[in-house]
């Protein structure tokens, strides 16, 4: 089986057509994750036995002729900070090491009602604060096309259990681009969705107002199948759509994009931008042209403020969410203590990581007396401007095209020391998160040392649909080979 | 902006943390950075903006209706130390 290669598609019409059966399918998913995952690392906790029972059940479905489920029998991967009933979910901190959800995130409810075989969940930034994967407690995850460097992050073993051919689907989380950098970072295609469209219940909270789950998948149609099995309304998440919503995204997705607006926002190409990033762009925003869509460069002056912006806002909101962890009711809780406030203080000191407890303060500072009005404040207000400039800039254009990460994927240890420097790595993709609107990232080519080079596709409000329809039909024109060559030494 | 050690380990206490003197400086210096970067929100104009101007709709409410969680003794099975159905911890009062 050419694992590395399936899709949604071809492994339902291989269990429709008893090419192989879902047993066999997951049997060499494991073989293969077993031979490389001790390179790539992306798995904190792999699901073999449970997965294969799960396989089982699902071949008996199908010999009995039941009606199978929208993703019935596809191997996905969870990342560590979505609940995963009696599965051992970590958010890659020391602080829940030992967390055993007793419920599912709604996500997951759908992911097992629509038939999907959860084969493990993913490593990560601790708590989702990082954009490398060199945050979680446990250990660093690899980028299958280099393992010297890094996979992005935070979702790092999202994209890379895709990337590497471990799954063909993941889920991740995105609060300032962690699901896109990593997805731009691994040559894979992910989507940040409309705040609200997907539920946050059981989503472990790191910036309630910017977090989103979604799918991250090696082809533009995988991923729209992935969003469209988790998105709709819950009642457990009061920030979620209030409608019932029952897009169809393949249903246009090869309509294609003649007459489409695109606005190119020239600060999102910028000298610091890494010269071949912007030249591969450039060349897709060439072809996007070839291919109908009208192109038209504008100012859209946010990339600075908005980065300080989003670290304010997110930062503040992590050491509200983070208040929680105290040892008392879950999670780790330190050995020796004389009093309640020492088990609390003692807890939160060696549970929490070197850049949770940055996080925290800094969210514990522009929260404080006397700073609240200077940063919070202000920042909460600049986020209604970037908003604003966004709608006004929709009325304009149907989609915003950018690069996804303005460096290529860097060396393992190369930012750890300066977390400015890392901050920086995100300034093309937290905007998206302020505004709540949608974004993709998909592969568009490559660097000359072989490093993926990723297109941001973004959206006004629940404008998904244009999204996939632009990205699909670029895709198809460019024919970028996302699969990459594990030059690994196997035992 | 220069953050001083002891603005720092202000911080550190109302956060529950307790830093190293090391951390502390270390802490000093990249606090210095980040803000110094977050100084380019007070270069921006937002007059007229107010903290929720732009915000579509706000959030919907559930019922308040009590559901029955099934598996009692699955939400306690990550409490470190219990008393039948109390979870145990030191003394808060004196």
Known sequence: MNLERFTIDSIKQGLMSKQFSDVELLT???????????????????????????????????????????????????????????????????????????????????????????????????????????????????????????????????????????????????????????ASFCGVVGIKPTYGLVSRYGLIAFGSSLDQIGPLAGTVKDCALGLEAVQGSDTKDSTSIKEEYCINYLNTIEDGIKGLKIGIPKEFLSEDLNKEIKSKVSESIKALEKLGVEIEEFSLPITETGLSAYYIVSSAEASSNLGRYDGVRYGYRTDKFEDYKELILKTRTEGFGDEAKRRIMIGTYVLSSGYYDAYYKKAMIYRQKVK?????????????????????????GEKTNNPLDMYLADTLTVNVNLAGI???????????????????????????????????????????DNVPQMKLEVK | MKVTIKEVEYIAKLANLKLTEKEAEKMADEFSGILTHFDNIKKENLDGIQMYSFDDESSKLRDDKVIEFENKEELFRNVKDMSKTSIKIPKVVE
């Not at chain 1, 709608?391 to 060396?411: E, G, N, Q, R, W």
């Not at chain 1, 490559?446 to 973004?458: A, D, E, N, R, V």
Request: proline share 6%.
């Open chain 1, 28 to 182: 060499e998913y494991f073989k293969r994750i077993n031979k490389y995952d001790m390179h790539i690392k992306s798995f904190i906790t792999l699901c073999e036995e449970e997965s294969l029972k799960k396989a089982k059940e699902v071949d008996e479905k199908i010999a009995k002729g039941e009606k199978l489920g929208f993703l019935e029998g596809v191997p996905v991967s969870i990342k560590d900070n979505i609940c995963t009933n009696t599965i051992k979910t970590t958010c890659a901190s020391k602080m829940l090491n030992d967390f055993i959800p007793p419920y599912d995130a709604s996500v997951v409810k759908k992911l097992k009602e629509s038939g999907a075989v959860i084969v493990g969940k993913t490593n990560m930034d601790e708590f989702a604060m990082g954009s490398s994967t060199e945050n979680s407690s446990f250990f660093k995850t690899k980028n299958p096309w280099d393992i010297d460097r890094v996979p992005g992050g935070s979702s790092g073993g999202a994209a890379s259990s895709t990337a590497a051919g471990f799954v063909p689907l993941a889920y991740g989380s995105d609060t300032g681009g962690s699901i896109r950098q990593p």
């Open chain 1, 438 to 480: 949608p974004a993709l990232s998909m592969p568009c080519g490559f660097s000359k040392s072989k490093l993926p080079i990723g297109i941001q596709f973004m959206a006004d409000h629940f404008n998904e649909e244009k999204i996939f329809r632009t990205a699909y039909t670029l895709e198809q024109e460019l024919k970028v």
């Open chain 1, 388 to 412: 604003k400039l966004f709608k006004d800039a929709f009325s304009k254009y149907d989609v915003i095209v950018s690069p996804t990460s303005p460096i290529l994927p860097f060396k393992i």
